[in-house]
């Protein structure tokens, strides 16, 4: 897929700062709802219970002016106490006093006939709404009382005969006015607050999330401005919020990984170009000089011999770069496994041993039988392959090789110590660098530098300490450490 089809695929889902800004504002209309709710209610049940305060001490006054002599009601009403249940009075608050059966005993003089049509509350004691048919609004209370006596007769009102104790039913009402018009400002007032704090929580949560969201604004442009000529960049730790802090330092050692990857491969690619610029050149010169003077060839035999040695020297540098080049990536995972160190060293000898011979080395292996590692065979193969292939390469004529096993705090550390008489302390820093070759110990091309840059990379893919020593003068040591131990070391061998 191109990259641009790639791009044109992706749909990205809102933006993390709107997602926030409507949270935010949402929460803030919900809390505001709510308490708009909840004051409203307060304030109208605060209103509704005074009201109903004001008709139970109603309720009360006018049945205690309710008495009975015999089978007769006795109502004691004096007009200027109740001025609001005179004639003409405003229908608003009325009251109508009614038997068992719900027959109109008595009412007031401003009782309206659509209250006697209204129907009377299941229980007594209770308040209620009621709407007439003209659409207004009454708060009713209705109570159930047995007269007190009298003591003298006064508008007496006629009961049915029979039990002179019958109970009778107090209704009372009066407009819902005083409660409604209060509740509906209260409404406007509400909502118009309501607006205005969802709008200054917008505006505070806009701010906030801005505000919140510039660590992770820098962190996208940082990461927009990035590319392959860059990498040299790091993310700012100083002042991340915590949340943040794990991205950033991942994001950096990211960046660190691919600086250094750049680095392996431009450094790759500019040794094979300097490394094979020469036997290129050489490869050409030859092969010009062939076909410009063909009798200039006088000896065919030597003049290939030449080309194949040329051809062998790359050979060696690409396979030697590429074998550097994958255990640098990590191609491969490492599989340790128990390994006898002394079979390995064996394997990398015996094929030099007649090469060593014809140089006059001395050679003394001191390494247990039991001596076994945990650790990758064939990574360890490989690192001391090199190691003794250079140590017989390199060695001075006449001189000693030997290779030894220690143990150090736990673990082992081998050692391969071999003569010299041309290395300097100051060119033990240049060992392990790639090319790097000392003109007096080249052996004719047969090495090409990249050995110890080979034993490096695996020393450190396996977590090994690799050192360069020049204790004396003459005496070369290269050392392996912390080399993971399997078993306790019975014996150590003898020196061969």
Request: with cysteine; charged share 20%; hydrophobic share 50%.
């Amino acid at each position: 897929m191109s990259t641009a089809t790639a791009t044109a695929s992706v749909h990205p889902a809102p933006s993390l700062r709107r997602r926030l800004m409507l949270l935010a504002v949402f929460g803030a209309a919900v809390a505001a709802l709510l308490g708009a709710v909840a004051a409203h209610a307060v304030f109208r049940a605060t209103l509704e219970a005074e009201l109903d305060d004001g008709l139970t001490t109603r309720a009360r006054a006018l049945s205690a002016l309710v008495q009975r002599r015999g089978y007769r009601l006795v109502v004691r009403i004096d007009p200027a106490a109740f001025p609001e249940y005179r004639t003409g009075a405003d229908q608003g608050s009325w009251w109508v006093l009614l038997d068992g059966s719900g027959n109109l005993l008595l009412r007031s003089l401003n009782a309206p006939d659509a209250a006697l049509a209204t129907p009377m509350a299941p229980t007594t004691g209770i308040f209620r709404d009621l709407v007439l048919p003209s659409s207004r609004r009454l708060r009713e209370h209705q109570v159930v009382f047995i007269p007190a006596p009298a003591d003298e007769d006064e508008d007496e009102v006629r009961q049915p005969r029979g039990d002179t104790v019958n109970p009778v039913r107090l209704r009372i009402a009066r407009d819902r006015s005083a409660i409604d018009r209060p509740a509906a400002v209260l409404s406007g007032v509400l909502a118009a607050v309501g607006v205005l704090v969802v709008a200054a929580a917008a505006a505070a949560a806009s701010l906030a999330v801005r505000w919140l969201l510039r660590p992770l604004a820098s962190v996208a442009s940082f990461a927009e401005d990035l590319d392959s000529d860059r990498l040299d960049r790091r993310l700012a730790t100083a002042g991340i919020p915590v949340e943040l802090l794990p991205v950033c330092l991942q994001l950096n050692a990211l960046l660190d990984r691919l600086a250094e990857g750049f680095a392996r491969e431009k450094r790759f690619t500019g040794d094979v170009a300097h490394e094979l610029r020469t036997p290129v050149a050489e490869l050409r010169a030859l092969s010009e000089m062939a076909l410009t003077w063909p009798d200039s060839v006088a000896d065919p035999a030597r003049h290939h011999g030449q080309v194949h040695a040329i051809a062998g020297r790359m050979a060696g540098i690409v396979d030697g770069l590429l074998a550097l080049h994958r255990h640098e990536q990590q191609a491969a995972a490492a599989a340790p496994a128990p390994v006898a160190l002394a079979g390995l060293v064996d394997a990398a000898w015996w094929p030099r041993s007649a090469a060593a011979a014809a140089k006059g080395l001395r050679w003394s292996c001191a390494v247990a039988a039991d001596a076994v590692v945990v650790d990758d065979a064939r990574l360890l193969a490989v690192a001391l392959d090199n190691l003794i292939g250079n140590a017989v390469e390199y060695a001075a004529v006449g001189g000693a090789l030997a290779v030894e096993v220690v143990a150090v705090d736990g673990g082992l550390c081998l050692t391969v110590t071999n003569t010299v008489d041309d290395l300097a302390p100051a060119d033990l820093s240049h060992l392990g660098e790639r090319f790097w070759r000392k003109d007096a110990a080249r052996s004719g091309g047969a090495h090409c530098g990249l050995g110890l840059s080979l034993v490096r990379a695996i020393c450190a893919r396996l977590g090994l300490d690799l050192g360069f020593a020049l204790p004396a003068p003459d005496r070369f040591v290269v050392s392996i450490g912390n080399l993971r131990l399997a078993q306790p070391i019975a014996s150590a061998a003898a020196p061969a």
